[in-house]
């Protein structure tokens, strides 16, 4: 096999043949699907979840991580915070003339390895070749599919003392990658949190049946999320700047560098907002999983009728946070 | 260390700090009719303030103002437009603090210039940029050098390393700004009515204690140097009531485990060696004289204001009032343009943009509606 | 900025040294103290370390605002 990937691999022909075959189909499998122009896939009663990613992460391999579980992670979790139950990916990548084939090899089994982790099936793919210069390295777009079960899942009824509830610490993934790109010149122990979390979802969603709301809180980090969901359903929030699960080497990062870890990129982490009378009985779902084992309450629904995000300092006054103006942290996911 | 740091945001040791200081004020106000009045003239102060919600938690019964903090904030226009102009060369290469990109000028910000294909970096650690101007020995690489004291000697490690390394292609655009003329011309102008300063953290560190004795002797005004932490802010504004209350007038160094009382000598010996006062203009005041520090003449080679000339015609005038913001005039909240027109992703000044602007501050840590 | 979090050297070499904050590292100039020791902390700004931090001082000044609350309590008390 070649070494480096060249334009001839992306023209339909005879290298391109042997690409999908001993990179993608080695790792993927299913090699009969893999015959039609489409996969024919098999969907339970319920609505259909679906949801698109595209990764532009850089570095391709990070401290805990590639871009290839990356994701799968990501896409699966977007599904898995909706209350769907995850099933499918598709996966298309732009490859850059002259990426080396043993470092595509190793994405694409990451891919595998973490599909089967989840039990989640790669059911279709698609490969171009860009010249030199006009992609860097690799990108992936994914779309992934699942579907909605009969009560479970997100309910949106908030009420005034519903808990916020963040499943491990903050900061870690945005941290590890851009420690990882070494023009910071600063190093940190810090791995990237990435991981699948519909195990762990699904979990909490067997117990519980509905909770109010999930997110994930990724590019933007936990502050933006949280705004959001205030803003969408007009809620006022509060969580406490003492209560934030934080990893000390992250806290120190972040000193050195100037950076807030409440908007720093999470991509193994989930928000739930549960009703109060919930919160220890996820608490402790969350902690019985290897994802979860650091899941703190970090607030509440203090209001409802006005979208806002306080955070209540160690004096006790409150400040609103905003999403971030301007601070530029590209290419995380 | 890191057990010290905790407690220093510990509720249980801040909150009661934070009642002994309302406490105190409230002693001041029924002995002067007034709220006691302070200024912090330190840009990371403003911030840490605002953010560890210091400010808003005192705001009934102590006036916080924030002064001529930030040194990206007190750079007047002109000087602004000249370090923005000076990416119009093909062949250079600008390295620069990450605030400065935002930085609007009277056409573009330096951020506009490097989207449009202008080298322009952003350096963390100065002393970089040398290493930066080595690796590309056919371009010219220019620091733009914005900074009060804790920077300024920062600059002149850039010379001595240049020199040391034999590197022509370097040259630093000197626009620096010393706290001492700038804190006697706000109490000169007496536009604010002061009952101490809040004294920087980092600056004092270079400058020392006894840097400050000119606020007492001739003046009569108190000062207490502080870190950045909740208790160190809280214990600092309840020393500063306390003088006022007793009537006296002093320096305090209530950051004694990181400030002395001559400051740092190396880097003022430094400082020494390669720069001379100059006169510089500040935003919303004009020429101070004395107020800014350049290179030495046997230093000119690394003088980017000597070897390059920049022409830039009179600032566009705009309704911008950060000139009265850093001179504690107004608060950020009182300008028509806040959180309007002059927002942190299309700022009209420095101010709402820098990393240590007081309108900053304000619009991501005060403007909480509860 | 100004980081306010103390930063321990663990390891000196010439003209810079390696720096820990709560296990992140980095390395930074040490030409304006050039007496520090591996073991003490430094105050860093625009990487260089500006000031020792002497710990004894640190700790003072916790015991005075623990002076000051506690005093305070007692007045409360009374």
Known sequence: ?333 | MLEILKQSNDPGICMPLVEAVLEKAKEFQKKFGRKPAFMEVCGSHTMALAKTGVKQCLKADVNLISGPGCPVCVTDQKSIDAMIALSDEDNRIICTFGDMMRVPGSNKTLLDKKIAGSDIRVVYSPIDTVTIAEENPDKEVIFLGVGFETTIPILTLMVGEAKKRGISNFSIWMTTKLVEPVLRYLLEAGDVKLDGFILPGHVSIVLGESSYNYLVEEYNMSGSITGFETAELLSTIYKLIDLALQEKTAIENNYSSVVSESGNKVAKQWMETYLTTCDEAWRGIGVIPNSGLDLKKEYDLYNAKKRFKVEVGEPRKTKCRCGEVIRGLISPSECHLFGKACQPLNPIGPCMVSAEGSCAAYYQYMRESL | MCVGVPAKVVKKMEYTAVVDVMGSQTTVGIIFVPEVEEGEFVIVHAGQAMSIVDEQYAKDSVLEWRKLVDARNSETVE
């Not at chain 1, 015959?35 to 570095?59: E, H, Q, W």
């Not at chain 1, 992934?144 to 908030?158: D, M, Q, R, T």
């Not at chain 1, 909490?204 to 590019?219: A, E, F, N, W, Y």
């Open chain 1, 1 to 333: 096999m070649e070494t480096f990937i060249n334009l001839a691999h992306g023209d339909g022909g005879e290298l391109t043949h042997r690409l999908i075959r001993d990179v993608f189909v080695a790792a993927f499998g299913k090699k009969d699907t893999a015959l039609f122009d489409a996969a024919s896939l098999y969907i339970p009663t319920g609505n259909v979840a679906v949801t698109t990613d595209s990764f532009v992460i850089k570095p391709i391999f990070f401290p805990g991580g590639s871009i290839g579980n990356l994701a799968v992670a990501g896409t699966i979790n977007d599904l898995a915070v909706s209350g769907a139950r995850p099933l499918y990916l598709t996966c298309g990548f732009v490859i850059e003339e002259g990426f080396p084939i043993v470092d595509l090899k190793k994405i694409v089994i990451d891919m595998a390895n973490e599909a089967k982790k989840t039990g989640v099936t790669i059911v279709a793919g698609d490969t171009k070749v860009v010249e030199k210069g006009s992609a860097d390295g690799v990108y992936i777009n994914t779309t992934g599919i699942g579907v909605y079960e009969h009560n479970k899942g997100c309910s949106l009824a908030f009420e005034e003392g519903d808990a916020i509830i963040i499943s491990g610490t903050i900061g870690d993934h945005g941290i590890a990658v851009l420690t990882a790109r070494g023009d910071l010149g600063i190093t940190a122990p810090t791995l990237s949190d990435c991981a699948s979390l519909n195990g762990m979802i699904d979990s909490v969603l067997q117990q519980c049946g509905t909770v109010r709301i999930m997110r994930d809180p990724t590019r933007g980090g936990l502050a933006t999320t949280l705004v959001e969901i205030a803003e969408d359903f007009q809620i006022t929030m509060t969580i406490n700047e003492r209560l934030l699960p934080i990893k000390q080497e992250v806290h120190g990062a972040c000193d050195i560098l100037g950076f807030d870890p409440l908007y720093l990129a999470n991509e193994g982490k989930a928000i739930f907002i549960v009703a109060d009378s919930q919160k220890e009985k996820v608490i402790d779902i969350l902690k019985s999983c290897p994802e979860g084992k650091d899941a703190t309450i970090i607030g509440s629904i203090t209001s409802k009728g006005k979208g806002q995000l306080l955070l209540e300092t160690p004096i006790g006054s409150k400040r609103m946070l905003n999403r971030l103006s301007g601070t530029m942290f590209p290419r995380i996911c």
